[in-house]
């Protein structure tokens, strides 16, 4: 059956799609018609695909209809007298017209008439016939004018056209539907139903195969289709998607490379692809230049729309099959290779010496992508398949085409001998093809590396242009590149950056040393110098001119070209070194520029860019590498707030043996790393006692060179070499300009190498005549031979130099004359001309440029003495530059110094010490005879020419002797004979100079020490014993007034009423006691369904629950005097310690609301941050003016007893309405005093400031202010961990501003008069009489004593006297706070008893009652309560309830007292810090069991005569201001009179013993993974959908949606809106799908950092790596730490403003 509909059916379908289809104008396809045409398809596809997923039967029934030709035949060759099937083929018809592949050339072949339009030359690229080089000619007109006239000729590479490749060129045929649909797909730009519908039938093998070849067959029109497409990018994953499931099978991408030229076609289209973007190069020689390539700015290259086909490409070049038939086809081979001459020289740069250029274009990051893509990785594929001796004729073949493919270029550019001056392009692939595939040749298939080396010539030209790079790039570091903008320094970094490098300067580097093997080494030095620009310098004159280079680029060209060349030498990647060694470098390169964590390394170290080969060369795996290396730091947080990850470090053995800096400066992208480097080679040096002082660079012996490069050495032993380092060592010495030590410690690197690596030919006999007179007998030049160790003893006497005639070598000396005078004093020579003294006694100029030019004509076999003809006049120009000033002119220098006298002068130079040099062979003949050197050298440039002499001596006995010669008759360092004025002058310059530097560098240092004990104080939480600068509160040990230091004006001075001083203050509201627990076991964030949290046993809800009840039962004033609020939205104040005037902060608002610099802070709110020491704040806090701590009062011990003092109290208390005068009156003090109460009042919401039932009372504000001081003092304590053991000043010792605060407070309770009928301090202190309690019982009662907070109640009765403060009233008001304190834990207790209990302490207490103290003894007491509450019947209720509250049968005398000691131990630790705050004075330390004692004789209610001795009973610490027994059954009697109204509500209403765990985050489980998979699809419970992005607060688990607008409330998005409910304004979140932790702090957010790391200590930021994470528990404890000390916004430096957004 469906073998009969579906063919109708799919031929309905691409009706459809015919139909659909115009053929576009302008070929502009409307995206809205095809997607339109694809809408109504939809339904039709959906059921095909359906049928795929029938199974194999299905599947196969389809293959059958899709390839079945006659089928196809029958049904849309459009015969028929079907109208619509007519229209619908002819449609068809035009829409093929275009897919065809042909040349504008050929036509012929495309039987398509159309006008080339002189595009004829251009776009063929030189293939001939029907070959497989494609141009498409498209229907439109358009593309065959391609590139337009004139891109230039190219050389035609005739290829035999064979007819096979026939089907390329042709316009498509189908012959079945399968081709037809595919057609249409690609036509229709890969609908993704379509392509799904076609992956879908793969696994039916037949379908495979024929789709494999339809895709083929279609692959030019697909690359048509993609270079015209808008969407190019949905579209490349659409092909690559469909490409990668056929060709990643090896067996099949075979069969079609054998049966349908998949190679062929591939390389084609490729080629066409790019032809279609291809410019004129302007390398070299602008006008003629035939040569053509890819220009960077097109979108081809841009939006890297060739990916898909390289990717393709790379893919088959996997396969060994087909890479073979690949390597093996030299037709292939030429295309390719032509391919790869479109990017030879792309991106040309030209220097811009005039203006800076107005465009930066930023086409380099397509022109590397493109090399990297096309060219590099497919070569390091092939390079993949020829690891073999098997594979040397691949090798052979990719070298011989590569070789002509450069030839051809260097005609196609006109290329002589000299590259055009200021110009560069970083990219070469044809060299770097030559390179690798020569490494590998000699590396892995042991071919002999001459006989694939062209001749001298070719290697003079391959030189030339990678060494124009390498000069380039010292250009660019020096700035002179510097108009060219920003990205040419991109280009450099790029250029040697670990993507890119080992497929670009490794190789560079490569096919230079393989050059410098072969060619003339004196020719290769000289064209080092010349390329590099400092040829000028190398004079023994003090002064030159440099026509190429201005004189302050001179000193880095210098190190420049000194560095490439150490490079050169030392550099073994590809010279002999195993895959092991080279990843073992470059991971110890990179770990000593920094401490790197585990996945920045694996992306720094340079891996094999073809994703196929493996990630890492090398048979041991980077992990086991880098444990061998380095040593993993377990991530910390430092102090500053920065967050470390886990780091890899070097070990110590690394940077003992192997830190190589050569490495080092090859591997740096930027230049800073090397220093970076080098400072941490010192201080391991400096902490392992290795060595003191400034270290150099450490010497490293090399590796073996491989036999191949053993020619390389020769750069080190050739006179052009030496006269090069014997000048700079010279010029050094004579302190000529422009020379570095970084100079002096590369030419003694050099110098050292050069030893390492002589010939042992070196007889010592040899030569006799070649005394220390030096008679030379040499001709040709300075030195007599070639050999280093030779030439170091060699004597130079005199040099004739050519200086400008101001210099002062002319003014001192007739030419002739050759005495001595003409020397020492030039003060800045530069690099030589060298020259030699004849036998005859005169000498000549020996130029290196000449020599460079005479060495290569010769080698271009031309008359020698035409050559000299040649380059003669071209070396006088060098010389006198038109227009240069000074004419040049010959001087003669008397030098009489050999490279071994320069050597041990310059020791003597660097020590500061004549006669500093002592052979050391001359105590010691061992030094001679151990042969074997270590292989690593610490040390400066002393031990650097020690080492030097020592080498030399060894390796012949005449330097021996030489050395010891000159030690004997040792001249002073720099041998001055005369100074003149001028010169003295310089000198006395560069000594002050000098003096100044280290004058500075002290005082940066001094500064830096400073800045940092700074910061510690500043930024640390945990730093009691800091001193800040401005120390507050506790220093001052006299009486005087307190001064203050405006951190503004600078002024200091006491605060005063008309120009008050203030605290910098941050306020915020706080809700973290509110999240103290009473279970001492954190909570833990759900992760499952099962788990809940419940927050009613939170602190804040237990408050609230209470406040709630009295407010029920009794009147609200007296309620909302008896408990404390601010546990959830408490105002806590903070300050750095830094004071200022109120004025001064007034007017540095100002300054800071017109600054239009952005700030992290908003100026309108108040916020700024301290000028002193940066920190947020948000306030400013009056001091209070006179002396800081009430000091003048603590030690009178005044003779009135307990009664008087208690008079007093209420007396003072009385006085409430006046006030001390300068308060009363307007005053600016008073201003800000209000000022602040305003801010303090704002911090918090209104919320947690109203909680009366009528709104507005005064009663608000009155608990609003005491609990101010309440939360403050709270919080001090939790940030001492919750007790007062410790003792000592706080933590926040310098910088509590509680004593400023209470004066604040203070002042506004006292505005607000309490009635003195319902002062509770009367009830403390009088017995009522019982009329006054009937009256009271009329009205609403007023809150039980019994019931009241305590701690609420002192801080009540100190902030409602007139400040300052008695010492004597303040133990007074403790004393009589205590006793009531003591009853409440009595009746706590009372209630927790079972009955038995109480009866049986009820009966023995009743005994004692009349002992005398029965009032100091907890067991009378607590019979008198119980037997007063039984009286109540308050016990009553539990026994008809039969439910004790506390089974715990029998409590023993010493457990009760416990008890008691723990429940009143809060209340004392509240009250010591407050004595601390207000009268100073050290907190005690103690252990835990003794704090109450402690504590309770600090606040003085342990009498003094007490002894610790006996028996302690917390009882004895009472002090009755009237008889025990009387108040106490007073206070009962109010819990009576309640109990007869509510007797249900009693003893729920009893205080208990309040025992509160400090505020804790919720625990986290030790996986991420954990937490993700429970989060990441849970749905949201306000709008029941999944978040698009997860957060979880850490403080309470509330599931909220980030940035969610489906939970948007009055415009807060969620996340601001709860941490507005759930921290007053701070919230923490965990964003489910980033692992990363978001602070919302008021109007700011922060993102924190990740509490969860990987296994090497790493986080992972939005899950990009994927790896399993587990939590730091360190970072974790550092988030906890900062929430409860509310550091956040002192710490953390990233805020910004989240508009409510979050």
Not at 712 to 740: A, E, G, P
Request: glycine content about 4%; overall charge negative.
């Amino acid at each position: 059956m469906s073998e009969l509909v579906l063919p109708q059916f799919i031929f309905c379908l691409i009706q459809y799609l015919r139909e659909g289809y115009n053929e576009p104008v302008l070929d502009l396809p409307s995206e809205k018609d095809l997607n339109k045409v694809l809408q109504i398809l939809e339904p039709h596809i959906s059921f095909l695909e359906e049928l795929t997923k029938m199974g194999g039967a299905m599947r196969s029934v389809l293959t059958q209809v899709l390839t079945n030709q006659q089928f196809y035949k029958d049904l849309s060759s459009g015969g028929g007298e079907n109208a619509c099937a007519k229209k619908s083929h002819e449609k068809y018809l035009t829409a093929l017209k275009g897919s065809g592949l042909t040349f504008p050339e050929d036509k012929l072949v495309s039987g398509v008439q159309e006008q080339a339009a002189g595009a004829s030359t251009s776009v063929a690229q030189g293939f001939a016939g029907a070959t497989s080089a494609s141009g498409q000619g498209d229907s439109s007109d358009e593309e065959d004018q391609d590139g337009g006239p004139g891109v230039g000729k190219r050389k035609r590479v005739k290829l035999s056209s064979s007819t096979k490749d026939q089907s390329i060129m042709d316009v498509l045929k189908h012959k079945c539907f399968l081709e037809e649909l595919l057609f249409w797909t690609i036509k229709y730009e890969f609908p993704q139903k379509m392509v799904t519908f076609l992956l879908n039938m793969l696994p039916d093998q037949d379908y495979k195969i024929a789709f494999t070849k339809t895709f083929v067959q279609h692959y030019a029109f697909i690359m048509k289709t993609l270079k015209k497409s808008h969407e190019s990018d949905t579209m490349s994953n659409r092909i690559v998607h469909i490409s990668v499931q056929l060709f990643s099978n090896e067996e099949l991408a075979r069969q079609v490379t054998e049966e349908c030229q998949l190679l062929d076609i591939m390389v084609t289209v490729l080629l066409y692809m790019m032809e279609s973007c291809l410019i004129k190069s302007e390398l070299q020689d602008e006008e003629n230049s035939l040569h053509v390539v890819v220009n960077c700015g097109e979108a081809l290259l841009k939006n890297n729309t060739y990916w898909p086909l390289v990717s393709d490409f790379i893919n088959i070049l996997s396969h060994q099959s087909v890479a073979k038939k690949f390597l093996e086809d030299h037709r292939l081979l030429v295309t390719w290779m032509n391919f790869v001459s479109f990017f030879q020289g792309m991106n040309l740069n030209k220097r811009e010496l005039n203006e800076h250029v107005e465009f930066e274009s930023q086409t380099y990051y397509a022109a590397f992508a493109a090399e990297l893509e096309a060219c590099a990785q497919p070569m390091w594929g092939l390079l993949s398949h020829c690891k073999v001796r098997e594979t040397q004729e691949y090798t052979r073949n990719v070298v011989r085409y590569c070789l002509e493919a450069l030839q051809d270029w260097f005609d196609a550019i006109n290329f002589v001998d000299e590259p055009t001056p200021n110009q560069v392009t970083f990219h070469l692939p044809l060299h770097r093809y030559y390179a690798m595939f020569l490494s590998k040749a000699v590396k892995c298939q042991e071919l002999d590396l001459d006989s694939l080396l062209p001749d001298q010539e070719m290697l003079m030209k391959l030189m030339v242009h990678p060494l124009q790079i390498q000069a380039s790039l010292s250009e660019i570091h020096s700035n002179m590149w510097v108009r060219n903008g920003l990205q040419i320094k991109g280009q450099a970094m790029t250029y040697v950056q670990s993507h890119f490098c080992n497929s670009m300067i490794d190789p560079d580097i490569y096919l230079l040393q393989v050059c410098a093997s072969r060619l003339d080494p004196d020719y290769f030095i000289s064209s080092v110098f010349e390329r590099f620009k400092v040829v000028d310098l190398l004079t023994m004159a003090s002064q030159h001119q440099n026509t190429v280079l201005d004189s302050e680029h001179e000193r880095s060209m210098l190190e420049g070209a000194l560095t490439f060349l150490v490079i050169l030498l030392s550099l073994r990647l590809h010279l002999g070194m195993t895959d092991d060694e080279i990843l073992r470098a470059e991971m110890v390169a990179q770990l000593c520029m920094n401490d790197r964590t585990h996945s920045s390394l694996l992306d720094l170290i340079p891996e094999n860019p073809n994703p196929k080969s493996g990630i890492i060369p090398g048979s041991l795996s980077f992990e086991s590498m880098l444990s061998a290396v380095a040593d993993f730091k377990a991530p910390v947080f430092e102090p500053g707030g920065s967050m470390q990850q886990g780091m890899y470090t070097p070990k110590a053995e690394v940077w003992d043996k192997e830190f190589d800096p050569v490495m080092v400066i090859l591997r740096t992208v930027y230049r800073r790393d090397v220093q970076s480097a080098m400072d941490r080679y010192t201080a391991f040096l400096k902490q392992s006692g290795k060595f003191h002082g400034n270290p150099w660079p450490p010497y490293k012996k090399r590796t073996h060179l491989h036999p191949s490069y053993k020619g390389l050495m020769r750069l080190l032993h050739c006179k052009t070499l030496h006269i090069v380092l014997f000048t700079l060592l010279y010029k050094i010495l004579m302190d000529h300009q422009n020379l570095s030590e970084h100079v002096l410690c590369m030419v003694l690197y050099l110098i050292e190498l050069g030893l390492e690596n002589s010939s042992e030919q070196e007889s010592d006999e040899e030569m006799p005549q070649d005394s220390i007179g030096g008679q030379e007998h040499c001709h040709d030049s300075w030195f007599p031979g070639s050999n280093l160790v030779c030439n170091m003893r060699h004597f130079i006497n005199y040099v004739r130099v050519r200086v400008p005639e101001t210099a002062p070598e002319v003014r001192r000396e007739p030419p002739a004359s050759t005495s001595s005078e003409g020397i020492a004093t030039s003060q800045n020579p530069r690099r030589s001309k060298g020259l030699q003294r004849e036998n005859s006694g005169t000498a000549q100029v020996f130029s290196l440029v000449a020599e460079r030019r005479k060495k290569f004509q010769e080698i271009i076999n031309r008359n020698t003495s035409e050559a000299s003809q040649v380059v003669r006049p071209k070396n006088t120009m060098k010389w006198s530059a038109p227009g240069a000033t000074p004419q040049l002119t010959t001087a003669i220098l008397e030098i009489k110094e050999s490279i071994l006298s320069l050597l041990v002068k310059l020791h003597h130079k660097l020590s500061g010490k004549q006669n500093s040099y002592y052979p050391p062979w001359l105590d010691d003949m061992e030094t001679l005879i151990q042969r074997e050197n270590p292989t690593y050298f610490h040390g400066d440039g002393m031990t650097a020419v020690e080492r030097i002499l020592l080498k030399a001596a060894l390796q012949s006995r005449l330097n021996k002797r030489i050395i010891e010669e000159i030690c004997r008759k040792v001249t002073p360092p720099v041998p001055p004979k005369k100074i003149s004025p001028a010169e003295k002058k310089t000198l006395d310059k560069e000594e002050r100079r000098q003096k100044a530097r280290e004058r500075q560098q002290k005082l940066l240092a001094e500064f830096a020490s400073r800045q940092k004990s700074f910061m510690e104080t500043a930024m640390d939480v945990e730093s009691p014993d800091v001193d800040i600068a401005m120390e507050i509160a506790t220093s001052e040990q006299h009486i005087s007034e307190a001064v203050y230091d405006c951190v503004i004006c600078g002024q200091s001075g006491p605060s005063t009423e008309d120009r008050p001083a203030g605290l910098v203050v941050l306020l915020q509201a706080s809700s973290v006691l509110g999240q103290c627990c009473s279970s001492t076991e954190p909570k833990k964030l759900p992760t499952s369904e099962k788990e809940q949290i419940y927050p009613w046993d939170t602190c804040s809800a237990v408050y609230e629950a209470r406040l709630a009840t009295l407010q029920q039962f009794f009147k609200d004033s007296s309620c909302l005097q008896s408990v404390s609020i601010g546990w959830e939205g408490g105002v806590y104040v903070q300050t750095c310690g830094h004071t200022l005037h109120i004025d001064c902060h007034k007017s540095y608002m100002e300054s800071l609301r017109n600054d239009q610099v952005l700030q992290g802070f908003s100026v309108d709110k108040g916020e700024f941050t301290c000028p002193l020491c940066r920190q947020f704040a948000n306030s400013v806090l009056p001091c209070y003016p006179g002396n800081n701590v009430e000091r003048s009062l603590r030690h009178c011990h005044s003779n009135k007893n307990m009664q008087d003092h208690i008079k007093e109290v209420e007396e003072l208390q009385e006085q409430l309405g006046t006030f001390p005068v300068s308060i009363s009156s307007e005053t600016n003090l008073s201003k800000e005093m209000e000022s602040v109460m305003k801010d303090i009042k704002s911090t918090t919401q209104k919320k947690y400031t109203d909680y009366s039932k009528c709104p507005g009372s005064p009663d608000n504000d009155f608990l609003f202010m005491y609990s101010v001081a309440r939360t403050n003092l709270e919080l001090e304590l939790v940030h001492r961990g919750g007790n007062l053991c410790l003792g000592g000043a706080s933590t926040a010792g310098k910088r509590s501003c509680l004593h400023q605060l209470f004066h604040v407070l203070a002042m506004h309770m006292r505005l607000y008069s309490i009635d003195s009928a319902y002062n509770p301090w009367k009830k403390l202190t009088q017995l009522m009489h019982d009329q006054n309690l009937q009256m009271c019982s009329e009205d609403q009662q007023e809150v039980p004593m019994l019931y009241r907070d305590v701690s609420s109640l002192l801080l009540i009765q100190i902030l409602t006297m007139p400040q300052p403060l008695h010492k004597e009233h303040f133990t007074c008001i403790i004393k009589v706070l205590f006793t009531l304190l003591y009853i409440q834990a009595l009746v706590a207790l009372s209630a927790k008893c079972s009955s038995e209990d109480r009866v049986t302490w009820a009966n023995s207490g009743a005994l004692k009652k009349n002992n005398p103290n029965a009032d100091k003894s907890w067991e009378v007491l607590l019979s008198h309560v119980i037997s007063e509450l039984s009286k109540a019947k308050i016990f009553e209720q539990e026994e008809a309830e039969d439910l004790p509250m506390d089974s715990t049968s029998g409590w023993c005398p010493h457990s009760i007292d416990t008890y008691l000691q723990q429940f009143c131990l809060p209340f004392l630790r509240i009250t010591s810090l407050l004595q601390h705050h207000l009268f100073g004075g050290e907190l005690p330390s103690c252990q835990e069991d003794e704090e109450f004692t402690v504590l309770a004789s600090c606040l003085g209610l342990l009498p003094s005569s007490f002894q610790s001795t006996h028996q302690f009973s917390s009882a004895s610490c009472l002090d009755w201001p009237v008889p025990a027994f009387d108040v106490v059954s007073q206070w009962c009697s109010e819990l009576a009179l309640f109990a007869e109204k509510h007797p249900t509500k009693v003893k729920m209403l009893i205080i208990q013993e309040p025992k509160w765990d400090l505020p804790r985050l919720l625990q986290l489980p030790e996986n991420y993974n954990t937490i993700f998979q429970y989060y990441h699809r849970k749905s949201c419970s306000v709008c029941s959908k999944v978040p698009k992005d997860p957060a979880v607060c850490l403080v309470c688990g509330t599931f909220v949606c980030l940035k969610g607008l489906c939970c948007k409330q009055q415009s807060y998005c969620e996340c601001v809106l709860h941490s507005q409910n759930c921290g007053a304004g701070t919230g923490i979140f965990l964003l489910i799908n980033a692992s990363l932790i978001i602070i919302i702090r008021g109007h700011r957010f922060c993102l924190w950092g990740s509490v969860y790391l990987d296994a090497h200590g790493e986080e992972d930021r939005d899950l990009r790596r994927g790896k399993p994470l587990y939590i730091c528990k360190e970072r974790y404890k550092v988030l906890e730490q900062q929430w409860v000390s509310h550091t956040f916004d002192h710490i953390n430096k990233r805020w910004g403003p989240h508009y409510n957004g979050l």
